[in-house]
């Protein structure tokens, strides 16, 4: 095979395979990105590092030619590009459109290559494929320079923390090998790099295609002092130095306990560097202890360090379970519930502002909602752009808000513990992922405030267990109707009640929310805190609001405790309640006059598993209230 | 300082992933095929949940047509660590006249390993399953995220997956879907042998050459591993030195002519090898494509 410029050394295989070994088993691990624009020719030059590291045997190079005579895009010449492509529909169209991930191994370091497409609407892949990667290489055609594209890539490289960057100018051989074109590049690199804080990065002339300076030095250019691009990737110093010096970080992912005699705290060390007798800090809840030992399958250890899957024994018996962050005792992170982040949107459905979504850090899954963004990023000019949510494949800053404290790190600080996801709740799709700028408050200065009369001190001296009755249904299904007959009847049986009508909530406390869905939102969001608050004073709460979307409806049962969130479905086919139409809404909405109205033109989920639904086609508005009653007995 | 060495980190990320399955899904199982990508995978679990045992069954879907060794490697392994095994197995193969021999391969693996693999997982109600899937394999394996969807009649959408992040892993699903996990992913085959001579890990004889009873039959050598192989009309079986380098169905799997009776002999054989792993199964032969077809059908 390629033998001149493949770095495999077979004769040490071939004499010594144990010195082979024993070399190899040394080895470290660099795992970087390439990116570039369509045809700046990186599938290629992946290829290229693939075939000379001799990661290609003879029966996939066999398959290789025949598909280079097939789909090829280079003439009689292998088309490396076809290693890499890999699903079969992408590969007809000859485009990458997914992350892949590639293998190679030199003398001195393993490589994963994450190769991610260059097409625009793709930020989401190269989001998640930079988000593990050590360096980054950012391929440029020589012919054409510094692309819009390149921009977007540097922008994103930089935005995930990537703190190596690669400047390869590909394709030199069709410029000539010229000297001046390249430094025009580089300057022009250079000016652009700075303005958005990449403070270093190494430039190197290549071609993939002919293997120049990939390998080794290219006599094509002997202007060029060096290093080619393998000799810097076996070289570049890796961060794990700086993440072992860092305080010790662990989060909890599973407590093992076999026995009766054993309490381990399963994790992979984020950063920092523990010992036995180290004194350590249980995150949020502020417990202290001393690591016991570091128990692993092959011994207890004398130390571990960050990127090691390890299990912790504490020498107290401190409450600590997934979730829960295991810290320096002296320097523990910050643990809050609201923080500003820079996100990236990953999903067809746009982000729905004030919707509560699953978020997961390390190994914390908490709800989280998310503020109307700050501003929009343009990926392109970089300039920040007014927004009232961000759609698919859009950066932005917002203000994020958890149901409870976590504990974290800003992201440039730590990517395990500044980097998150969100989790749409009913499709589960991940649908963000974001990186933590800054807490907006020191938790530490933020306690429950302690009341001395309880809850159930409250709800014992009215005689009965709070609830919060949740009327849902279209408009005109007779929400009002029915919820204002079930709190006539519990006011008559001594109860102390108190009902939330959606128009007159509109009037005061929400006057300055509209339509629109995050409008909506945001407005069952408050009725579900005001709802809470009257709970926790004991009463027996009554709303009647549309309330059309089930994951804010989910959000305020969350709020409450188990039990006390009763969703009660006023079932009214549309075309019932359109015939009723009692305030001449449904004739405005279907004229036009009113946008947003929901069932025209804005939709409605219906509860899948309400706990209670009622028919008002069969049922007469007091026969429902009577129903509804039947079914919440006893009150106490 | 410690810089931790390629197999290092390797071994720390399928830790990882074994434990976040394990924290967030009900009922999950291991796909064990006593080959050496579970061998590995076996040492990752029982290193991820020392000293308590791995927190999930095995299960090995047995063609009917597994070589001897393996049968009793994989007996043998369940009995010395404690594990729970389930089998299993399409029992009426033998009624739907399904054999290695006459059968194509596409039904074979489909009636064989996919269809009682699919009926094993929903019968237990297993929802999520590790499998020890290596991106270096094969093209379309290149682009498979570690924790893999599957829709409630375990099928793959390779257009609608789950976007992975740093080692964020979102393990919800709705009731009836299930998740593939891959925990070693990101391992080669050279990391794997690798660390089986460093880990020491016990592995089937059969990837050891030794003299075996073969016939040579569309360029592949074949072991006559028991006397249900069906020889051709004047076809003698003869003794070589061979060895695998993949294990599946014994008519099915091509041997290699080896001297390589030790660890370091085998990483050297592969080291210089000039034919990738796959190519001694007949399963994977066809278009290039046909390993993502399958997978979209619910082959692992």
Known sequence: ?636 | MRSLTHLERLEAESIHIFREVVAEAENPVMLYSVGKDSSVMLHLARKAFYPAPPPFPMLHVASGWDFADLLAHRDRTVREYGLRLIVAENEEAEAQGINPFDTGSALYSQAQLTDPLKRALTAHGFDAAFGGGRRDEEKARAKERIFSFRSASHRWDPKNQRPELWNLYNARKAKGESIRVFPISNWTELDIWQYIALEKIDIVPLYFSKPRPTVERDGMILVVDDDRFRLEPGEQPVTRSVRFRTLGCYPLTGATESTATEMNDIIQEMLLATGSERQGRAIDKGQSASMEDKKAEGYF
């Open chain 1, 1 to 636: 095979m390629n033998d001149q410029s493949s770095f495999r050394t077979d004769a040490l295989i071939a004499e010594d395979i144990e010195a082979y070994l024993d070399q190899h088993q040394h080895k470290s691990l660099l795992r970087f990105i390439t990116c570039g624009s369509v045809d700046d020719g990186k599938s290629t030059l992946i290829g290229r590092l693939l075939y000379d590291s001799r990661m290609i045997f003879e029966d996939q190079l066999a398959a290789l030619e025949s598909d280079s005579a097939k789909h090829g895009t280079q003439g009689q010449e292998i088309d490396f590009a076809l290693l890499v492509d890999g699903l079969a529909a992408e590969r007809e169209q000859g485009i990458t459109i997914d992350v892949a991930y590639r293998f190679f191994t030199t003398e001195k370091r393993k490589f994963i290559v994450a190769d991610t497409p260059g097409h625009e609407q793709y930020t989401r892949n190269m989001v998640t494929g930079a988000s593990t990667a050590d360096l980054a290489v950012i391929l440029i055609d020589a012919r054409k320079g510094v692309l819009q594209q390149t921009r977007r890539h540097s922008y994103l490289v930089h935005l995930l923390g990537i703190r190596h960057v690669v400047l390869a100018v590909n394709k030199m051989d069709l410029v000539g090998y010229d000297q001046a074109t390249f430094d025009a590049i580089l300057a022009d690199y250079g000016a652009f790099a700075a303005s958005i804080g990449i403070t270093d990065f190494t430039a190197i002339p290549i071609s993939g295609f002919k293997g120049d300076n990939i390998t080794s030095l290219s006599a094509n250019t002997p202007w060029y002092q060096g290093p080619a691009l393998i000799e810097h990737l076996e070289n570049v110093e890796v961060d794990a130095a700086a993440a072992q010096g860092a305080p010790f970080r662990m989060p909890v992912q599973w407590v093992n306990r076999p026995n009766l005699d054993f309490r381990g705290f399963a994790g992979q060390i984020a950063s920092g560097t523990i010992r036995p007798g180290d004194a350590v800090r249980i995150v949020p809840s502020g417990k202290t202890s001393t690591v016991k030992t570091i128990s692993t399958f092959d011994g207890d250890l004398s130390e571990a360090v960050a990127g090691q899957s390890v299990t912790l024994t504490l020498a107290d018996e401190v409450d600590c379970s997934r979730g829960d962050l295991i810290a320096a005792a002296g320097d523990p992170p910050q643990a809050s519930d609201q923080f500003c982040a820079t996100f990236v949107w990953m999903d067809e459905e746009a982000l729905k502002p004030g919707r509560g979504y699953w978020l997961k850090l390390g190994t914390q899954t908490v709800t989280a909602t998310v503020q109307a963004p700050k501003y929009e990023i343009d990926v392109n000019s970089l300039e920040h752009l007014a927004a009232k949510t961000l759609g698919l494949n859009a950066i932005g800053v917002a203000e994020f808000a958890t149901d409870r404290p976590i504990a974290f790190e800003p992201y440039e600080t730590n990517r395990q513990l500044g980097g998150l996801i969100l989790i749409d709740k009913f499709t589960n799709a991940t649908v963000a992922a974001g990186m933590i700028a800054f807490n907006l408050r020191r938790a530490d200065n933020v306690h429950w405030q302690p009341t001395a009369i309880t809850r159930d001190d409250h709800a014992g001296m009215k005689n009965q267990r709070p609830r919060v009755l949740w009327f849902t249904g279209l408009s005109g299904s007779g929400k009002s109707t029915i919820a204002n007959e079930v709190e006539k009847q519990l006011f008559l049986m001594n109860r102390h009640t108190f009902l939330l009508d959606g128009d007159n909530v509109r009037h005061g406390l929400n006057r300055d929310l509209g339509f629109t869905e995050a409008d909506r939102i945001e407005n069952i969001r408050r009725v579900g805190e005001v709802a809470k608050l009257m709970a926790d004073a004991g009463l027996i709460v009554l709303t009647a609001f549309i309330s059309p979307f089930r994951a804010e409806r989910e959000m305020v049962r969350a709020m409450l405790a188990q039990g006390e969130f009763i969703e009660i479905f006023v079932d009214t086919p549309l075309e019932v309640a359109e015939a009723r139409d009692v305030k001449g809404l449904y004739k405005k909405a279907r004229s036009g006059q009113l946008k947003n109205f929901t069932g025209i033109d804005s939709p409605y989920e219906p509860p899948e598993h309400p706990e209670i639904r009622v028919n008002t086609v069969d049922m007469t508005p007091e026969e429902a209230a009577r129903y509804i009653i039947d079914r919440i007995l006893p009150l106490k």
